[in-house]
């Protein structure tokens, strides 16, 4: 099995896009790509070539679910799995984003102590 270790992170909101990188980072030993927009993570993603995408949800311009499906468009990340993160985590919210494709929903807030062992489950039930 191919191991983790290379994290595209799309997030607005920079007080959370610190604390989530460096959990990634310095907890998790990942490779962290972060992007501040949907735009910007089409943009940037195939060069990077996660192994993985987490996606915030609820972001100016292009949202989460906007971003999933222009990421899908590129043929070298329709493998990728992705993980939304996001406050709205009612079960029929999870049900949906599941549908968009998504392997799994990280619920807002998170633990940084706990995001990286949450990331590495997600990655063991995709591969």
């Given at each position: 099995?191919?191991?983790?270790?290379?994290?595209?992170?799309?997030?607005?909101e920079p007080d959370i896009r610190?604390?989530?990188?460096?959990?990634?980072?310095?907890?998790?030993?990942?490779?962290?790509?972060?992007?501040?927009?949907?735009?910007?993570?089409?943009?940037?993603?195939?060069?990077?070539?996660?192994?993985?995408?987490?996606?915030?949800?609820?972001m100016p311009g292009m949202d989460?679910p906007s971003t999933l499906e222009?990421?899908?468009?590129?043929?070298?990340?329709?493998?990728?799995?992705?993980?939304?993160?996001?406050?709205?985590?009612?079960?029929?919210?999870?049900?949906?984003?599941?549908?968009?494709?998504?392997?799994?929903?990280?619920?807002?807030?998170?633990?940084?102590?706990?995001?990286?062992?949450?990331?590495?489950?997600?990655?063991?039930?995709?591969?």
């Open positions: 099995m191919a191991e983790l270790q290379r994290i595209l992170y799309v997030e607005d610190a604390v989530a990188q460096l959990a990634l980072e310095t907890v998790g030993g990942f490779t962290v790509k972060v992007c501040g927009s949907g735009e910007e993570a089409a943009h940037d993603a195939e060069d990077f070539a996660p192994d993985l995408i987490l996606l915030d949800v609820m989460g222009a990421l899908r468009e590129i043929p070298a990340l329709v493998e990728v799995p992705v993980a939304f993160m996001t406050a709205k985590v009612q079960p029929s919210e999870i049900e949906h984003y599941k549908s968009l494709g998504a392997r799994d929903v990280i619920a807002k807030p998170f633990d940084p102590m706990q995001l990286a062992d949450e990331v590495r489950r997600i990655w063991q039930g995709a591969v």
